[in-house]
């Protein structure tokens, strides 16, 4: 098991940037493969985006492709969502999870370990 916390959320106008943390505590990071999701009010959690453990390979979702970009610093244990021109359908709860086994795209696995979240609210 991995401990995460998200950080960096926030309410923000619809255009504007935000990045996204979430630290880990425990194993080293560079042993996980790292997952983003969100969920919006009454609707399902979805997939984001994901980097593999190096940080050599990433995907992301067909929703934010272009606008979002995820990296890692294994030296500092960490892991960012980068979002550009954020848009009023982004407005959501905001969450990594981390895997030792693959990479972190199925919103409905348990994985090795998820964070609480962090509100990401963008105003139009």
């Known amino acids: 098991q991995v401990q995460l916390v998200e950080s960096g959320g926030g309410l923000v106008q619809a255009g504007a940037s935000l990045r996204l943390s979430c630290a880990a505590s425990?194993?080293?990071?560079?042993?996980?493969?790292v997952g983003w999701f969100r969920q919006a009010p009454g609707k399902e959690r979805e997939y984001i985006g994901a980097i593999s453990k190096s940080g050599a390979t990433t995907d992301y979702g067909d929703s934010v492709k272009g606008r979002f970009t995820v990296s890692r610093d294994n030296a500092k244990n960490m892991v960012y969502l980068q979002m550009n021109n954020l848009k009023p359908e982004d407005t959501a709860v905001y969450y990594c999870?981390?895997?030792?086994?693959?990479?972190?795209?199925?919103?409905?696995?348990?994985?090795?370990?998820w964070g609480q979240g962090t509100q990401v609210t963008v105003s139009s």
């Open positions: 999870a981390a895997s030792s086994v693959l990479l972190p795209r199925n919103p409905e696995l348990k994985y090795d370990g």
């Open positions: 425990g194993r080293t990071f560079g042993v996980y493969a």
